[in-house]
């Protein structure tokens, strides 16, 4: 019944007015209160009658923490220590964060056969709910990922006024936040997020994400409802985006539910791109039909690919039930993207291989806790961060399994923009078991068995494979995060419901299984975290499919300011690296063996941004070690991790607030799909193809520049690349040793075709101490910029460097309003750039920001650039 969620997205005019008859949000208007405060029960408190006068406003879909920030009985828990001023629910019991929410509705009572729908999409952890003083579930609720679903029809008021009251109950083990993974482990015992009660790289969140949490909305349908379509679309053969395509196949299935006390025949249709199949269907009275549609055959079909190898082409297919009279009793648009997905064991790198379409694919992705620490989602932000990971060149996101299953929206936007996605299932090596842990209360033996309840597991994956399986973007569903399932969870999602639900794809035991990467290395399968010397990306080989690497990933210093107070905006001590109590509560890892090489720093804005330079670097070097081993080595690689829901000081290419660090464009070149690298080891320059077709007829430009802007060139020689391969071109060891020896050097690379430059990397090496001297005695470069109003509605950025000076090296641009506070979010077509003597770049700044901004100015400031503010002209 909950299938309707995901049609949103780039609906036909018509589509649209048929949704909006059929259903609508309970979004607005919700009261609130502690359930301790409240002297009546369900039945008399969902009386329309009855008065809620002095209760507070509640934000549904949200958490009971939301609610209490929004009506600022708490402060901001993701803004310095506050967090700590909030009451915990471990040490004050659930009692404290019990609380009836309640919703009064127009809504008349259908007529005819006509059926009335209450979805809940999202409770944490236990509900009762009451209907115009009616008790709708037989048994309380428990599970914050099982949806809802109440047949509301004969409890509608007769005027139309109708009340909904809701007692939420905490997790009955919401756990000690001892600051333990996941605390002491207890909040495991439930089927819920772990995460919650703190982690590495977050504080626990007192009220453990308690309340109504997602989407709540009314449906309406006839006498036959559609319930749970299960779209298969099969690609037979090798494709190619470009090619004219052969005919693909679409299975459809679907569930229909008669709700009167008559049978009902009529027509069930399916159909997409004007094509459809038929069939003649009987539906017993207060009964259901499973049926499975004749196969339809579409021809020329546009396929769905993977982000950075072909367009994610989407149809809008219909499911509609038409009875013997002809009337219409319910339609379901569902957004199809015609693709499929194979995976194979690569015997060479010992690691899993996965194709898209019948073309095997590198695997580029990042790792994803959820949206926001307190669930609060909306399909905006969704849409922006999954397009930040698409402008970073990766192609999967991986959903980690101490959080969720991610929502609908989150997946439509990864259909949008072709990131595929790794599923986790609720557990993690931390609270279940894998290792032994003083911080955790019970034993591994105990642990091991967690949830306790094993059929409201079981109940909640069937659940959310419904929900999701009709996503193009979904690829592979994952038991755990490090661990696998309860053996008995394990055999029943393995052997009966992943095969029953959704056999299409590929089911990994656990995040670092064998069935992923073979571990030949031992320990757990996962990391390094943290900085890196550059060397161990390329020439330290790892797990052949990692699942978990990374580094650093702090934001710059307007990035600090957002969440760290006045008086905590210090540097980090030059000498020893140590920070203060609130960097430290923020999860700072320190990067000071790896800044001292930039030279001293003043304060804060200094030192954040040679931690720039820091971030660009770690993740450029990560991706492109990767890459330069792919199909020997790897055949894949998923950062940890690529964002943070709370305002942690570590493994994010962009802050909570989505204003990205240069970690998110060093990751953006190391990644892009035609790419020029060198390794800093043996000095050899190769280029990397992640497409399907030859790269042919570049020339290969290699050209140094030291601190004075001199250049020397290299090279210049005709190269081409294989698809979806790596070839070496040469070694430049020796020259630029001796050219970096003193004070560093830049070093540009480039593949050009007789139309332009068609792959650029930049490079600034250390001299022969590992030091950056060159960087310090960078002149003023004169920079030269605009701003123009472009055709499609973003802005163009305009950056011209004299020639006969230095490099302008390493510039941030910001699109900013009056005040000079930065405008997000926003996206570039890249930054932290460096533009080369006599030469010029634009940069492109996009989305909807940059439309209703009629004030904003571009700021502009690099390492030798001053910063200055550009009118857009």
């Given at each position: 019944m909950?299938r309707k969620?995901?049609?949103f997205?780039?609906?036909?005019?018509?589509?649209?007015?048929?949704?909006?008859?059929?259903?609508?949000?309970l979004?607005?208007g919700w009261?609130c209160?502690i359930a301790?405060?409240?002297?009546?029960?369900?039945?008399?408190l969902?009386?329309?009658?009855?008065?809620?006068?002095?209760?507070?406003?509640?934000?549904?879909?949200?958490?009971?923490?939301t609610t209490?920030i929004?009506?600022?009985?708490?402060?901001?828990?993701?803004f310095?220590?506050?967090?700590?001023?909030?009451?915990?629910?471990?040490h004050?019991?659930?009692d404290q964060?019990?609380?009836?929410?309640?919703?009064?509705?127009?809504e008349?009572?259908?007529?005819?056969?006509?059926?009335?729908?209450?979805?809940?999409r999202?409770?944490?952890?236990?509900?009762?709910?009451?209907l115009?003083?009616?008790?709708l579930?037989?048994?309380?609720?428990?599970?914050?990922?099982?949806r809802q679903?109440?047949?509301?029809?004969p409890w509608?008021?007769?005027?139309?006024n109708n009340?909904?009251?809701?007692i939420?109950?905490?997790?009955?083990?919401p756990?000690n936040p001892?600051?333990?993974?996941?605390?002491?482990?207890?909040?495991?015992?439930?089927v819920?997020?772990?995460y919650?009660a703190g982690?590495?790289?977050?504080?626990p969140m007192?009220?453990?994400n308690?309340?109504?949490?997602?989407?709540?909305?009314?449906?309406?349908?006839g006498?036959?409802s559609?319930?749970d379509?299960?779209?298969?679309?099969?690609?037979?053969?090798?494709?190619?985006?470009?090619?004219?395509?052969?005919?693909?196949?679409i299975?459809t299935?679907?569930?229909?539910?008669?709700?009167?006390?008559?049978?009902?025949?009529?027509t069930?249709?399916?159909?997409?791109?004007?094509?459809?199949?038929?069939?003649?269907?009987?539906?017993?009275a207060?009964?259901?039909?499973s049926i499975?549609?004749?196969?339809?055959?579409?021809?020329h079909?546009?396929?769905?690919w993977p982000a950075?190898?072909?367009?994610?082409h989407l149809?809008?297919?219909?499911?509609?039930?038409?009875?013997?009279?002809?009337?219409?009793?319910d339609i379901?648009?569902?957004?199809?993207?015609?693709r499929?997905?194979?995976t194979?064991?690569?015997?060479?790198?010992?690691?899993r291989e996965?194709?898209v379409?019948?073309?095997?694919?590198?695997i580029?992705?990042?790792?994803w806790?959820?949206s926001?620490?307190?669930?609060?989602?909306?399909?905006?932000?969704?849409?922006?961060?999954v397009?930040?990971?698409?402008?970073?060149?990766?192609?999967l996101?991986?959903?980690?399994?101490?959080?969720?299953?991610?929502?609908?929206?989150?997946?439509?936007?990864?259909?949008?923009?072709?990131?595929?996605?790794f599923?986790?299932?609720?557990?993690?090596?931390?609270?279940?078991?894998r290792?032994?842990?003083p911080m955790k209360?019970?034993?591994?033996?105990t642990?091991?068995?967690y949830?306790?309840?094993?059929?409201?597991?079981?109940?909640?994956?069937v659940?959310?494979?419904?929900?999701l399986r009709?996503?193009p973007?979904?690829?592979f569903w994952?038991?755990?995060?490090?661990?696998?399932?309860p053996?008995?969870?394990?055999?029943?999602m393995?052997?009966?419901?992943?095969?029953?639900?959704?056999?299409?794809?590929?089911?990994f035991?656990?995040s670092n299984?064998?069935s992923?990467?073979?571990?030949?290395l031992?320990?757990?399968?996962?990391g390094?975290?943290?900085?890196?010397?550059?060397?161990?990306?390329?020439?330290?080989?790892?797990?052949?499919?990692?699942?978990?690497?990374?580094s650093v990933?702090?934001?710059?210093?307007?990035?600090?300011?957002?969440?760290?107070?006045e008086?905590?905006?210090?540097?980090?001590d030059?000498?020893?690296?140590?920070v203060?109590?609130?960097?430290?509560?923020?999860?700072?890892?320190s990067y000071?063996?790896?800044?001292?090489p930039?030279?001293?720093?003043?304060d804060?804005?200094q030192w954040?941004?040679?931690a720039?330079?820091?971030?660009?670097?770690?993740?450029?070097?990560?991706?492109e070690?990767?890459?330069?081993?792919m199909w020997?080595w790897y055949?894949?690689?998923i950062?940890?991790?690529?964002?943070?829901p709370?305002?942690?000081?570590?493994?994010?290419?962009y802050?909570?607030?989505?204003?990205p660090?240069?970690?998110l464009?060093?990751?953006?070149?190391?990644?892009?799909?035609?790419?020029i690298m060198y390794?800093?080891?043996?000095?050899?320059?190769?280029?990397?193809n992640?497409?399907?077709?030859?790269?042919?007829?570049?020339?290969?430009?290699?050209?140094?520049f030291?601190?004075?802007?001199?250049?020397?060139?290299?090279?210049?020689?005709?190269?081409?690349?294989?698809?979806?391969?790596?070839?070496?071109?040469?070694?430049?060891?020796?020259?630029?040793?001796?050219l970096?020896?003193?004070?560093?050097i830049f070093?540009s690379?480039?593949?050009?075709?007789?139309?332009?430059?068609?792959?650029?990397?930049?490079?600034?090496?250390?001299n022969?101490?590992g030091?950056?001297?060159?960087?310090?005695k960078l002149?003023?470069?004169?920079?030269?910029?605009?701003?123009?109003?472009?055709?499609?509605g973003?802005i163009?950025?305009?950056?011209?460097?004299?020639?006969?000076?230095?490099?302008?090296?390493?510039?941030?641009?910001?699109?900013?309003?009056?005040?000079?506070e930065?405008?997000?979010p926003?996206f570039?077509?890249d930054n932290?750039?460096?533009?080369?003597?006599?030469?010029?770049?634009?940069i492109?700044?996009?989305?909807?920001?940059t439309?209703?901004?009629p004030?904003?100015?571009?700021e502009v400031?690099g390492?030798?650039v001053?910063s200055?503010?550009?009118?857009?002209?």
């Open positions: 909950y969620i995901s049609v997205m780039g609906l036909m005019l018509i589509g649209k007015c048929l949704l909006a008859q059929q259903q609508y949000e979004n607005s009261q209160n301790g405060s409240v002297k009546v029960n369900g039945e008399k969902s009386d329309p009658a009855y008065s809620i006068t002095n209760w507070q406003p509640a934000t549904v879909p949200g958490t009971v923490l209490l929004n009506n600022k009985a708490v402060p901001d828990p993701m310095g220590m506050n967090n700590e001023k909030i009451p915990d629910i471990y004050t019991g659930n964060y019990t609380y009836w929410f309640v919703k009064d509705f127009k008349l009572p259908a007529s005819a056969d006509g059926q009335v729908w209450l979805h809940f999202g409770v944490n952890e236990g509900c009762d709910v009451f115009n003083g009616h008790k579930n037989n048994n309380t609720h428990f599970g914050a990922y099982l679903t109440y047949n509301i029809t509608l008021a007769k005027n139309g009340r909904l009251a809701v939420v109950y905490p997790p009955k083990y756990g001892n600051g333990g993974q996941g605390g002491d482990g207890t909040i495991a015992k439930g819920g997020p772990q919650t982690w590495d790289w977050i504080q007192r009220d453990r308690t309340g109504i949490w997602d989407k709540v909305f009314i449906e309406k349908t006498a036959i559609l319930k379509p299960h779209i298969i679309t099969k690609v037979p053969g090798v494709r190619k985006p470009q090619d004219p395509q052969q005919p693909a196949i299975n299935a679907v569930t229909l539910e008669n709700s009167t006390s008559k049978p009902i025949t009529g069930l249709k399916f159909s997409v791109a004007e094509t459809s199949v038929t069939s003649k269907v009987a539906i017993p207060k009964g259901t039909a499975t549609l004749p196969q339809l055959t579409l021809q079909p546009k396929l769905w950075g190898y072909g367009d994610q149809y809008k297919a219909t499911l509609s039930f038409t009875d013997q009279t002809g009337k219409q009793q379901d648009t569902i957004v199809v993207g015609v499929e997905i194979q194979y064991w690569n015997a060479h790198t010992n690691s996965i194709a379409n019948g073309q095997k694919i590198f580029k992705g990042g790792n806790i959820t926001d620490a307190l669930f609060r989602f909306t399909k905006d932000r969704y849409d922006a961060e397009k930040f990971h698409r402008d970073m060149n990766l192609n996101i991986r959903i980690w399994g101490g959080s969720l299953t991610e929502r609908p929206e989150f997946f439509e936007a990864c259909d949008k923009y072709g990131l595929l996605v599923q986790d299932f609720w557990m993690s090596g931390d609270c279940n078991g290792w032994t842990d209360k019970e034993d591994q033996w642990r091991r068995q949830p306790d309840d094993h059929g409201l597991f079981l109940a909640s994956v659940d959310q494979v419904k929900m009709n996503h973007s979904l690829a994952c038991g755990g995060n490090e661990i696998t399932p053996a008995d969870i394990m055999a029943a393995k052997d009966s419901i992943l095969p029953k639900l959704d056999g299409t794809r590929y089911f035991d656990y299984s064998d992923m990467s073979y571990n030949h031992g320990g757990n399968g996962d390094p975290y943290g900085i890196q010397p550059i060397s161990v990306f390329w020439g330290e080989r790892t797990f052949p499919f990692n699942s978990e690497v990374g990933g702090v934001g710059d210093y307007e990035s600090l300011a957002r969440f760290l107070p008086e905590n905006l210090v540097a980090p030059p000498a020893t690296g140590k203060d109590a609130v960097w430290n509560y923020h999860k700072y890892i000071n063996n790896a800044i001292s930039y030279g001293e720093f003043k804060l804005k954040a941004n040679k720039q330079l820091v971030n660009y670097d770690q993740y450029r070097a990560l991706m070690g990767f890459s330069a081993h020997d055949t894949g690689v950062i940890w991790k690529t964002q943070n709370w305002t942690a000081l570590r493994g994010q290419m802050d909570y607030y989505l204003d660090n240069a970690c464009y060093g990751t953006r070149k190391g990644a892009e799909p035609l790419h390794n800093p080891i043996d000095g050899m320059v190769s280029g990397v992640n497409t399907f077709s030859y790269a042919r007829d570049m020339m290969l430009e290699l050209r140094t030291d601190h004075l802007g001199h250049d020397s060139v290299l090279t210049k020689v005709f190269v081409e690349i294989g698809p979806t391969s790596v070839q070496k071109f040469m070694s430049v060891a020796a020259t630029i040793n001796k970096k020896e003193k004070d560093g070093f690379l480039r593949l050009v075709k007789a139309d332009g430059i068609v792959a650029d990397n930049f490079y600034w090496l250390p022969g101490d030091k950056y001297t060159g960087l310090s002149s003023t470069a004169k920079l030269q910029c605009t701003a123009s109003r472009a055709d499609a973003g163009k950025v305009t950056l011209s460097n004299p020639a006969n000076g230095p490099v302008a090296f390493f510039n941030r641009i910001s699109l900013v309003n009056a005040k000079h930065r405008i997000l926003v570039y077509n932290y750039v460096s533009v080369l003597p006599g030469e010029t770049k634009t492109l700044v996009s989305g909807e920001l439309k209703m901004s004030d904003a100015q571009i400031y390492e030798n001053e200055q503010y550009i009118v857009i002209q």
